[in-house]
Protein backbone atom coordinates (compact mmCIF):
# COMPACT_ATOMS: atom_id res chain seq x y z
CA UNK A 1 0.00 0.00 0.00
CA UNK A 2 3.15 2.70 0.72
CA UNK A 3 4.31 1.43 -2.34
CA UNK A 4 1.08 2.45 -4.67
CA UNK A 5 0.73 5.89 -2.52
CA UNK A 6 4.21 6.56 -3.42
CA UNK A 7 4.48 5.95 -6.86
CA UNK A 8 0.84 7.72 -6.83
CA UNK A 9 2.55 10.87 -4.90
CA UNK A 10 5.73 10.88 -7.98
CA UNK A 11 3.17 10.46 -10.97
CA UNK A 12 0.94 13.56 -9.51
CA UNK A 13 4.03 15.37 -8.76
CA UNK A 14 5.60 14.53 -12.32
CA UNK A 15 2.42 15.62 -14.12
CA UNK A 16 1.94 18.73 -11.99
CA UNK A 17 5.45 19.92 -13.15
CA UNK A 18 4.79 18.99 -16.68
CA UNK A 19 1.57 21.06 -16.47
CA UNK A 20 3.72 24.36 -15.27
CA UNK A 21 6.29 24.20 -18.43
CA UNK A 22 3.91 22.06 -20.80
CA UNK A 23 4.44 18.80 -21.79
CA UNK A 24 7.07 16.58 -21.86
CA UNK A 25 8.78 17.04 -25.75
CA UNK A 26 9.86 13.34 -25.92
CA UNK A 27 12.03 11.52 -28.11
CA UNK A 28 11.93 9.49 -31.79
CA UNK A 29 11.35 6.08 -30.94
CA UNK A 30 12.33 3.32 -33.36
CA UNK A 31 9.63 0.95 -34.99
CA UNK A 32 9.95 -2.67 -34.32
CA UNK A 33 10.94 -4.77 -37.35
CA UNK A 34 6.99 -5.74 -37.35
CA UNK A 35 5.90 -2.05 -36.93
CA UNK A 36 8.19 -1.06 -39.74
CA UNK A 37 7.05 -3.70 -42.22
CA UNK A 38 3.67 -2.72 -41.26
CA UNK A 39 4.13 0.99 -42.18
CA UNK A 40 6.06 0.26 -45.56
CA UNK A 41 2.78 -2.19 -46.70
CA UNK A 42 0.87 1.58 -45.89
CA UNK A 43 3.09 3.42 -48.01
CA UNK A 44 1.75 4.81 -51.37
CA UNK A 45 -1.49 3.52 -50.23
CA UNK A 46 -3.49 6.89 -49.40
CA UNK A 47 -2.99 10.22 -50.78
CA UNK A 48 -4.50 12.74 -48.69
CA UNK A 49 -3.24 13.97 -45.40
CA UNK A 50 -3.55 13.43 -41.77
CA UNK A 51 -2.95 16.88 -38.64
CA UNK A 52 -2.53 16.17 -35.23
CA UNK A 53 -1.46 18.16 -32.38
CA UNK A 54 2.45 17.57 -31.17
CA UNK A 55 4.65 18.26 -28.55
CA UNK A 56 7.22 16.83 -30.25
CA UNK A 57 9.24 20.16 -31.68
CA UNK A 58 7.27 22.39 -28.54
CA UNK A 59 6.26 21.85 -25.24
CA UNK A 60 3.04 24.20 -25.69
CA UNK A 61 1.96 22.12 -28.78
CA UNK A 62 2.04 22.58 -32.76
CA UNK A 63 -0.19 21.30 -35.53
CA UNK A 64 1.52 18.65 -37.58
CA UNK A 65 0.98 16.96 -41.06
CA UNK A 66 1.33 13.84 -42.47
CA UNK A 67 0.75 12.24 -45.30
CA UNK A 68 -2.62 9.96 -45.06
CA UNK A 69 -0.13 7.17 -45.64
CA UNK A 70 1.88 8.20 -42.61
CA UNK A 71 5.02 9.10 -44.42
CA UNK A 72 7.12 13.00 -44.66
CA UNK A 73 5.73 14.32 -41.31
CA UNK A 74 6.42 18.52 -40.65
CA UNK A 75 5.56 20.50 -38.74
CA UNK A 76 1.79 23.14 -40.04
CA UNK A 77 1.88 25.68 -37.17
CA UNK A 78 4.88 27.08 -35.21
CA UNK A 79 3.83 29.30 -32.16
CA UNK A 80 4.23 30.59 -28.57
CA UNK A 81 0.93 29.32 -27.94
CA UNK A 82 -0.73 25.92 -27.40
CA UNK A 83 -2.09 24.78 -31.00
CA UNK A 84 -4.79 21.69 -30.38
CA UNK A 85 -7.59 20.41 -32.09
CA UNK A 86 -6.98 20.78 -35.60
CA UNK A 87 -9.98 20.01 -38.32
CA UNK A 88 -8.99 20.06 -42.07
CA UNK A 89 -11.52 21.66 -44.56
CA UNK A 90 -14.01 19.90 -46.62
CA UNK A 91 -12.07 21.04 -49.84
CA UNK A 92 -8.57 20.27 -48.12
CA UNK A 93 -7.54 23.78 -48.37
CA UNK A 94 -6.78 24.76 -45.03
CA UNK A 95 -6.77 23.81 -41.07
CA UNK A 96 -9.43 25.27 -38.23
CA UNK A 97 -7.30 24.76 -34.76
CA UNK A 98 -7.82 26.06 -31.07
CA UNK A 99 -4.66 28.20 -30.46
CA UNK A 100 -4.18 29.70 -26.53
CA UNK A 101 -4.52 33.65 -26.14
CA UNK A 102 -1.14 33.05 -24.21
CA UNK A 103 1.67 30.79 -23.19
CA UNK A 104 0.79 27.72 -21.87
CA UNK A 105 -2.93 26.29 -21.06
CA UNK A 106 -3.96 22.63 -20.37
CA UNK A 107 -6.84 20.94 -22.81
CA UNK A 108 -8.56 20.91 -19.13
CA UNK A 109 -9.14 25.14 -19.65
CA UNK A 110 -10.91 24.44 -23.34
CA UNK A 111 -14.43 24.96 -20.72
CA UNK A 112 -12.69 28.56 -20.61
CA UNK A 113 -13.37 30.21 -23.80
CA UNK A 114 -11.53 33.67 -22.93
CA UNK A 115 -8.35 31.40 -22.73
CA UNK A 116 -9.00 30.54 -26.57
CA UNK A 117 -9.59 31.51 -30.18
CA UNK A 118 -9.86 29.99 -33.00
CA UNK A 119 -7.83 29.57 -36.11
CA UNK A 120 -6.89 28.96 -39.92
CA UNK A 121 -4.00 27.87 -41.62
CA UNK A 122 -3.61 27.11 -45.24
CA UNK A 123 -2.88 23.32 -45.42
CA UNK A 124 0.64 24.44 -46.92
CA UNK A 125 1.45 25.73 -43.75
CA UNK A 126 1.11 29.44 -44.84
CA UNK A 127 -1.67 32.47 -44.31
CA UNK A 128 -2.48 32.09 -40.44
CA UNK A 129 -5.47 33.86 -39.30
CA UNK A 130 -7.58 34.52 -36.17
CA UNK A 131 -11.16 33.30 -37.19
CA UNK A 132 -13.25 33.36 -34.01
CA UNK A 133 -12.34 34.80 -30.42
CA UNK A 134 -13.34 33.15 -27.34
CA UNK A 135 -13.92 30.16 -28.85
CA UNK A 136 -13.07 25.87 -29.03
CA UNK A 137 -13.76 23.07 -30.69
CA UNK A 138 -14.01 24.31 -33.75
CA UNK A 139 -15.66 22.11 -36.88
CA UNK A 140 -16.21 22.54 -40.13
CA UNK A 141 -20.16 22.20 -41.82
CA UNK A 142 -20.26 19.83 -45.11
CA UNK A 143 -19.96 22.61 -47.36
CA UNK A 144 -16.65 24.53 -45.95
CA UNK A 145 -19.00 27.78 -45.77
CA UNK A 146 -19.62 28.17 -41.92
CA UNK A 147 -18.45 26.60 -38.90
CA UNK A 148 -19.43 25.05 -35.73
CA UNK A 149 -17.80 25.85 -32.20
CA UNK A 150 -18.47 25.96 -28.21
CA UNK A 151 -18.37 28.98 -25.58
CA UNK A 152 -18.15 26.46 -22.50
CA UNK A 153 -22.28 26.29 -22.11
CA UNK A 154 -22.83 27.33 -25.82
CA UNK A 155 -22.91 26.42 -29.11
CA UNK A 156 -22.53 28.96 -31.95
CA UNK A 157 -22.23 28.77 -35.83
CA UNK A 158 -20.67 31.28 -37.93
CA UNK A 159 -21.04 31.98 -41.96
CA UNK A 160 -17.70 32.53 -42.76
CA UNK A 161 -18.63 34.91 -45.91
CA UNK A 162 -20.48 37.72 -43.75
CA UNK A 163 -18.49 36.36 -39.93
CA UNK A 164 -21.97 36.12 -38.49
CA UNK A 165 -22.73 33.95 -35.17
CA UNK A 166 -25.95 32.63 -34.54
CA UNK A 167 -26.54 30.68 -30.89
CA UNK A 168 -27.43 27.05 -31.83
CA UNK A 169 -28.19 25.90 -28.06
CA UNK A 170 -27.80 26.92 -24.64
CA UNK A 171 -26.50 24.05 -22.38
CA UNK A 172 -27.99 25.59 -19.23
CA UNK A 173 -31.85 26.54 -20.48
CA UNK A 174 -32.02 23.26 -22.49
CA UNK A 175 -30.91 21.04 -19.47
CA UNK A 176 -32.70 23.18 -16.82
CA UNK A 177 -29.23 22.57 -15.53
CA UNK A 178 -26.77 25.59 -14.28
CA UNK A 179 -22.99 24.46 -14.90
CA UNK A 180 -23.67 22.55 -17.80
CA UNK A 181 -20.62 22.34 -20.48
CA UNK A 182 -20.68 21.49 -23.94
CA UNK A 183 -17.80 20.05 -25.42
CA UNK A 184 -17.14 19.27 -29.00
CA UNK A 185 -20.52 19.83 -30.42
CA UNK A 186 -20.80 18.10 -34.08
CA UNK A 187 -23.19 19.49 -36.09
CA UNK A 188 -24.89 16.10 -37.72
CA UNK A 189 -24.57 16.67 -41.70
CA UNK A 190 -28.42 17.72 -42.27
CA UNK A 191 -28.00 20.27 -39.68
CA UNK A 192 -30.94 18.73 -37.37
CA UNK A 193 -28.96 17.05 -34.45
CA UNK A 194 -25.83 17.92 -32.02
CA UNK A 195 -23.71 15.45 -31.10
CA UNK A 196 -21.89 16.40 -27.76
CA UNK A 197 -19.97 15.46 -24.81
CA UNK A 198 -21.48 17.15 -21.68
CA UNK A 199 -18.89 18.22 -18.73
CA UNK A 200 -19.11 20.47 -15.81
CA UNK A 201 -22.77 19.87 -13.80
CA UNK A 202 -23.55 16.96 -16.40
CA UNK A 203 -20.97 14.11 -17.57
CA UNK A 204 -22.28 11.97 -20.49
CA UNK A 205 -22.38 11.68 -24.35
CA UNK A 206 -26.07 12.03 -26.55
CA UNK A 207 -27.38 13.79 -28.84
CA UNK A 208 -29.71 16.87 -28.78
CA UNK A 209 -32.04 17.09 -31.65
CA UNK A 210 -32.68 20.70 -32.67
CA UNK A 211 -35.60 20.58 -33.90
CA UNK A 212 -37.58 18.94 -31.03
CA UNK A 213 -35.74 20.08 -28.65
CA UNK A 214 -35.14 16.37 -27.38
CA UNK A 215 -31.75 15.14 -25.67
CA UNK A 216 -31.27 10.94 -26.26
CA UNK A 217 -28.87 10.01 -24.11
CA UNK A 218 -26.05 8.07 -26.30
CA UNK A 219 -23.65 6.78 -22.43
CA UNK A 220 -20.79 7.39 -20.33
CA UNK A 221 -17.42 8.09 -22.72
CA UNK A 222 -16.74 11.51 -24.72
CA UNK A 223 -15.59 12.68 -28.17
CA UNK A 224 -18.99 11.47 -29.68
CA UNK A 225 -18.69 12.17 -33.21
CA UNK A 226 -20.64 11.24 -37.21
CA UNK A 227 -19.58 9.53 -39.77
CA UNK A 228 -19.78 12.18 -42.89
CA UNK A 229 -22.81 10.74 -44.05
CA UNK A 230 -24.67 10.99 -40.87
CA UNK A 231 -25.36 7.03 -41.30
CA UNK A 232 -23.35 6.60 -37.64
CA UNK A 233 -22.22 7.81 -34.80
CA UNK A 234 -18.78 7.16 -32.70
CA UNK A 235 -17.85 7.68 -29.19
CA UNK A 236 -14.73 6.90 -26.53
CA UNK A 237 -16.21 4.77 -24.20
CA UNK A 238 -14.67 3.95 -20.38
CA UNK A 239 -14.78 0.12 -21.06
CA UNK A 240 -12.19 -2.36 -22.65
CA UNK A 241 -8.45 -3.01 -22.98
CA UNK A 242 -6.14 -0.81 -21.53
CA UNK A 243 -3.16 -0.72 -19.36
CA UNK A 244 -3.63 2.02 -17.53
CA UNK A 245 -5.89 2.93 -14.31
CA UNK A 246 -9.18 3.99 -16.88
CA UNK A 247 -9.52 1.39 -20.04
CA UNK A 248 -10.98 2.82 -23.09
CA UNK A 249 -12.35 1.35 -26.24
CA UNK A 250 -14.36 3.10 -29.69
CA UNK A 251 -17.51 2.29 -29.71
CA UNK A 252 -20.23 3.14 -33.23
CA UNK A 253 -24.00 2.42 -33.79
CA UNK A 254 -26.13 2.96 -36.10
CA UNK A 255 -27.68 6.44 -36.51
CA UNK A 256 -31.78 6.40 -37.59
CA UNK A 257 -33.22 9.92 -37.57
CA UNK A 258 -30.18 11.30 -34.61
CA UNK A 259 -30.66 8.28 -32.17
CA UNK A 260 -28.31 5.66 -32.14
CA UNK A 261 -30.23 2.30 -32.76
CA UNK A 262 -27.85 -0.59 -31.01
CA UNK A 263 -28.23 -0.03 -27.08
CA UNK A 264 -25.41 -0.50 -24.12
CA UNK A 265 -26.63 -1.63 -20.88
CA UNK A 266 -26.50 -3.97 -17.98
CA UNK A 267 -25.63 -7.20 -20.61
CA UNK A 268 -22.54 -5.74 -21.55
CA UNK A 269 -21.57 -4.01 -25.36
CA UNK A 270 -22.91 -5.89 -28.53
CA UNK A 271 -20.31 -6.91 -31.20
CA UNK A 272 -20.88 -5.20 -33.59
CA UNK A 273 -20.86 -2.06 -31.49
CA UNK A 274 -16.90 -2.39 -31.00
CA UNK A 275 -15.27 -0.36 -33.35
CA UNK A 276 -11.55 -0.06 -32.44
CA UNK A 277 -10.02 -1.73 -28.63
CA UNK A 278 -6.29 -2.57 -29.49
CA UNK A 279 -4.75 -5.76 -27.80
CA UNK A 280 -1.92 -5.19 -25.42
CA UNK A 281 -1.24 -2.87 -23.17
CA UNK A 282 -1.33 0.30 -25.26
CA UNK A 283 -5.00 0.48 -25.43
CA UNK A 284 -6.28 3.66 -23.88
CA UNK A 285 -8.61 4.92 -26.78
CA UNK A 286 -9.14 8.33 -27.36
CA UNK A 287 -9.45 11.22 -30.58
CA UNK A 288 -11.20 9.06 -32.78
CA UNK A 289 -11.63 10.04 -36.46
CA UNK A 290 -13.10 8.12 -38.79
CA UNK A 291 -11.99 9.27 -42.89
CA UNK A 292 -14.69 10.94 -45.06
CA UNK A 293 -15.53 7.82 -46.95
CA UNK A 294 -15.73 5.91 -43.79
CA UNK A 295 -13.31 3.03 -44.44
CA UNK A 296 -10.11 4.00 -42.18
CA UNK A 297 -9.85 4.99 -38.46
CA UNK A 298 -7.27 7.29 -36.88
CA UNK A 299 -6.90 7.93 -33.73
CA UNK A 300 -4.32 7.85 -30.63
CA UNK A 301 -3.58 5.73 -27.70
CA UNK A 302 -1.31 5.55 -24.92
CA UNK A 303 -0.01 2.66 -22.15
CA UNK A 304 0.14 4.95 -19.29
CA UNK A 305 -1.17 8.52 -18.13
CA UNK A 306 -4.71 9.65 -19.08
CA UNK A 307 -4.07 13.85 -19.05
CA UNK A 308 -4.62 13.72 -23.49
CA UNK A 309 -1.87 17.10 -23.46
CA UNK A 310 0.52 14.99 -21.37
CA UNK A 311 1.00 12.08 -21.87
CA UNK A 312 2.62 10.06 -24.44
CA UNK A 313 -0.26 8.97 -26.70
CA UNK A 314 0.93 7.56 -30.13
CA UNK A 315 -1.65 7.82 -33.21
CA UNK A 316 -2.87 4.66 -35.29
CA UNK A 317 -4.23 4.08 -38.90
CA UNK A 318 -6.98 1.27 -39.57
CA UNK A 319 -9.08 0.49 -42.32
CA UNK A 320 -12.86 -0.38 -40.86
CA UNK A 321 -13.65 -3.82 -40.92
CA UNK A 322 -10.23 -5.69 -40.67
CA UNK A 323 -8.74 -7.69 -37.61
CA UNK A 324 -7.56 -5.06 -34.70
CA UNK A 325 -4.16 -6.22 -35.11
CA UNK A 326 -3.59 -5.03 -38.72
CA UNK A 327 -4.00 -1.40 -36.86
CA UNK A 328 -0.68 0.70 -38.46
CA UNK A 329 1.18 3.29 -35.44
CA UNK A 330 2.07 6.13 -37.66
CA UNK A 331 4.05 8.01 -35.00
CA UNK A 332 7.11 6.94 -33.50
CA UNK A 333 7.55 9.85 -30.50
CA UNK A 334 7.59 9.49 -26.49
CA UNK A 335 6.07 13.60 -26.59
CA UNK A 336 2.38 14.01 -26.88
CA UNK A 337 0.34 12.89 -30.13
CA UNK A 338 -3.56 13.92 -29.81
CA UNK A 339 -6.69 14.86 -31.86
CA UNK A 340 -5.54 13.55 -35.14
CA UNK A 341 -7.67 14.49 -38.05
CA UNK A 342 -7.85 12.27 -41.43
CA UNK A 343 -8.33 13.77 -45.19
CA UNK A 344 -8.28 12.40 -48.55
CA UNK A 345 -7.21 14.12 -51.66
CA UNK A 346 -4.68 16.23 -53.11
CA UNK A 347 -2.53 18.17 -51.07
CA UNK A 348 -1.03 21.01 -52.19
CA UNK A 349 2.62 22.26 -50.91
CA UNK A 350 4.09 25.56 -51.21
CA UNK A 351 7.63 26.06 -52.38
CA UNK A 352 8.34 27.51 -49.06
CA UNK A 353 7.85 24.60 -46.90
CA UNK A 354 8.90 22.15 -49.20
CA UNK A 355 12.19 24.44 -49.27
CA UNK A 356 12.75 24.22 -45.64
CA UNK A 357 11.94 20.59 -45.78
CA UNK A 358 14.64 19.75 -48.12
CA UNK A 359 16.92 21.85 -46.43
CA UNK A 360 16.21 20.09 -42.84
CA UNK A 361 16.84 16.92 -44.84
CA UNK A 362 19.73 17.50 -46.02
CA UNK A 363 21.05 18.89 -42.80
CA UNK A 364 20.17 15.79 -41.02
CA UNK A 365 21.44 13.64 -43.92
CA UNK A 366 25.10 15.13 -44.02
CA UNK A 367 25.13 14.61 -39.78
CA UNK A 368 23.87 11.17 -39.85
CA UNK A 369 26.78 10.26 -42.71
CA UNK A 370 29.27 11.94 -41.04
CA UNK A 371 28.56 10.20 -37.54
CA UNK A 372 28.95 7.08 -39.26
CA UNK A 373 32.04 7.93 -41.25
CA UNK A 374 33.55 9.10 -37.46
CA UNK A 375 32.38 6.05 -35.39
CA UNK A 376 32.62 3.53 -37.91
CA UNK A 377 29.28 2.39 -39.86
CA UNK A 378 28.11 -0.16 -37.64
CA UNK A 379 24.54 -1.74 -38.26
CA UNK A 380 23.09 0.99 -35.68
CA UNK A 381 24.43 3.82 -37.69
CA UNK A 382 23.51 2.36 -41.02
CA UNK A 383 20.45 2.57 -40.08
CA UNK A 384 20.15 6.19 -38.78
CA UNK A 385 21.67 7.13 -42.49
CA UNK A 386 19.23 5.18 -44.17
CA UNK A 387 16.31 6.97 -42.46
CA UNK A 388 18.46 10.34 -43.22
CA UNK A 389 18.10 9.54 -46.64
CA UNK A 390 14.65 8.59 -46.54
CA UNK A 391 13.59 11.72 -44.93
CA UNK A 392 15.65 13.82 -48.01
CA UNK A 393 14.03 11.47 -50.83
CA UNK A 394 10.60 12.50 -49.51
CA UNK A 395 11.94 16.27 -49.32
CA UNK A 396 13.04 16.22 -52.58
CA UNK A 397 9.97 14.26 -53.94
CA UNK A 398 7.56 17.20 -52.50
CA UNK A 399 9.94 20.12 -54.37
CA UNK A 400 9.27 18.31 -58.06
CA UNK A 401 6.81 20.34 -59.84
CA UNK A 402 3.17 18.84 -59.72
CA UNK A 403 2.14 17.42 -62.43
Known sequence: MKKFVLISAIGFLAA???AAQGAPMGASVDPTPEEQKALDALKGKLEGAIVWATSRANSLHDIWIMNADGTNARALTKSNNVDWFPRIAPDGSKVLFNRSKGGWVP?????????????TVGIDGTNETKLVENATWGTWRPDGKSIVFSRAGKVFTMDLASKTETLVLDGEKAFNKAGVILQEPNMSPDGKHLA???RGSMRETGVWDLTKNAWTKSGDGCQIDW??????????????????????????????????VEKVGFFGIPKN??????????????????????????????????????????LYLWKIG??????????????NDRWPDIWFGKVPVSAATSATDAATAVQ?????????????VSEAKMDELIKAIDRLTEAVKALAPQK
Not at 236 to 258: Q, R
Not at 322 to 335: C, H, L, Q
Not at 364 to 376: E, M, P, V
Request: proline share 6%.
Open 364 to 376: SAANATASAIAGG
Open 16 to 18: SAF
Open 196 to 198: ITL
Open 107 to 119: ENDANYPEKWDLW
Open 227 to 260: TLDGSKLYRVNPTGNGGTAAPSEILWFTAKDGKQ
Open 322 to 335: EPFETATRITYNSG
Open 273 to 314: VKLMDLPGRRSHEYFPRISPDGKWLVWGATDKGHDHDLFDYE
